[in-house]
C-alpha cells in the first residue's frame, strides 16, 4: 500500500482509507464479528486510515473499532483513527432511534470538550489521532470551535485537526487559527463540487482532502441492488439520487463506467477509486468495506496508473451534469457550509 500525506503536520496515512459507517450505521445488516474481521485484515493490506464519527450508530461505530483496537493487541500505533463530533444527539426513544437521534448542530466549546472524552472512551485510547468538525455550527465562530480544538491537541488527547462539509472561506479562517491537516467532504466522478473552491484552497494552503463516498454510496460499483431491494432501514432508500426515476436514469452512466473498466481490466470500483486518487497525491479516499473481498478490490485502486487522455476521458464520460438528483435532501444540504 502507497502512503500519502495528510496537510504539513506530518499526517501520513494510506493512500486509501476505509470509511467505517457502513458498518454500524445507515446501510443496514450490521454484522459486528464480519467488521471486526474486515478491519484486522485492513491492517494487513495497509489499510491504516479508519473513519469512524460519534452519530455513527449514534456511538455504537466508535465502540467497534475500539474492540478492533483492543483485539489486535499492541498494534494501535499502526492505526490512525479519525472520527468527528458536532451533533446534538437525543437519547434514545422507542419513536426516537438512529438517526433520528441526530436534534441538530452543536460547537460549542463544552460540548466539543465532552464529546472528545466520551469518544476517546469508546475508542479505548489516550489519543485521537484526527479530529474532525462533522458540520459546522452556525451559532458558532469557526475561530472559536478551532481554538478548542486546538486546546484538545496541547492536552494531547488530539493530534491533527480536520473539518467537514466546508466552505473554502471558512477553511482559510478556521486555518488561520490552528493548521488544518484535512478537509472531508463527499466527492467522486459524480458529486464534484469540491472542483470549485475547496479544492483550490486546499492546494493553496497546504491540507490533505479526504473525499467520503467516492464510490457514490456505492452506486459506482455497478453491484448495488435497486434502491427497493435494500434493507427497510437503509438511508440510502430516502436519498434523491436514489429514487426510482433517478435511479433509472443514473444507471447508464454506472454501466459507461463498467465498460470504461472492464476495458482496462479493472472493477467499475477500482476505477472511480484511481480516477479519485489521480486528482491530486494530497487526496485520500475513504470507501467503506465491510467485507474483505471489497476492502481488497478497493485497495488495489491505489496501483492503478491512469494517463493524462483517460483520466480526462473517463470525467467527461461521467459528467456529473448527467447525473439525475441530489446527493442528500434539502434538509440535509442545509447542514453543509456553502
Request: charged content about 20%; some cysteine; hydrophobic content about 45%.
Amino acid at each position: 500500500m502507497q502512503w500519502r500525506k495528510l496537510g504539513s503536520q506530518g499526517l501520513q496515512v494510506s493512500a486509501v482509507g476505509l470509511g467505517c459507517m457502513g458498518m454500524s450505521f445507515a446501510y443496514g445488516g450490521a454484522d459486528d464479528a464480519q467488521s471486526i474481521a474486515t478491519l484486522h485484515r485492513a491492517l494487513d493490506l495497509g489499510v491504516n486510515f479508519w473513519d469512524t464519527a460519534e452519530v455513527y450508530g449514534p456511538f455504537t461505530n466508535e465502540q467497534l473499532i475500539g474492540r478492533a483496537l483492543q483485539s489486535l493487541k499492541g498494534r494501535r500505533d499502526e492505526v490512525v483513527v479519525a472520527t468527528k463530533f458536532g451533533f446534538d444527539i437525543a437519547p434514545e426513544t422507542p419513536q426516537r432511534r438512529g438517526p433520528q437521534r441526530m436534534v441538530g448542530v452543536n460547537s460549542r466549546p463544552a460540548h466539543i470538550r465532552a464529546v472528545v472524552e466520551a469518544s476517546l472512551e469508546r475508542l479505548g485510547i489516550e489519543a485521537i489521532d484526527l479530529l474532525y468538525q462533522h458540520r459546522v455550527d452556525p451559532a458558532v465562530p469557526i475561530e472559536e470551535v478551532v481554538g478548542t480544538m486546538g486546546d484538545l491537541v496541547r492536552q494531547g488527547k488530539v493530534r491533527f485537526l480536520g473539518l467537514s462539509e466546508v466552505s473554502a472561506a471558512t477553511l482559510r479562517k478556521a486555518h488561520a487559527v490552528h493548521p488544518i491537516s484535512a478537509v472531508q467532504s463527499e466527492y467522486s466522478l459524480w458529486s464534484r463540487e469540491p472542483e470549485a473552491e475547496v479544492l483550490p484552497a486546499c492546494a493553496e494552503l497546504g491540507i490533505g482532502f479526504v473525499p467520503y463516498s467516492p464510490l457514490g454510496r456505492g452506486a459506482l460499483t455497478g453491484k448495488l441492488p435497486a434502491p427497493d431491494e435494500l434493507s427497510e432501514d437503509d438511508f440510502r432508500r430516502g436519498l434523491p439520487r436514489f429514487q426510482a426515476e433517478a435511479w433509472g436514469a443514473n444507471q447508464s452512466l454506472v454501466a459507461t463506467l463498467q465498460r470504461m473498466a472492464a476495458a482496462r481490466g479493472l472493477t467499475a470500483a477500482q476505477l472511480a477509486l484511481a480516477w479519485v486518487l489521480a486528482q491530486s497525491p494530497s487526496i485520500v479516499p475513504i470507501p467503506g468495506a465491510r467485507r474483505e473481498q471489497h476492502l481488497r478490490e478497493n485497495a488495489l485502486a491505489a496501483d492503478v496508473v491512469l494517463s493524462s487522455a483517460e483520466l480526462q476521458e473517463i470525467g467527461a464520460a461521467m459528467d456529473p451534469s448527467r447525473v439525475q438528483g441530489d446527493r442528500y435532501t434539502e434538509a440535509a444540504l442545509a447542514l453543509v457550509d456553502r
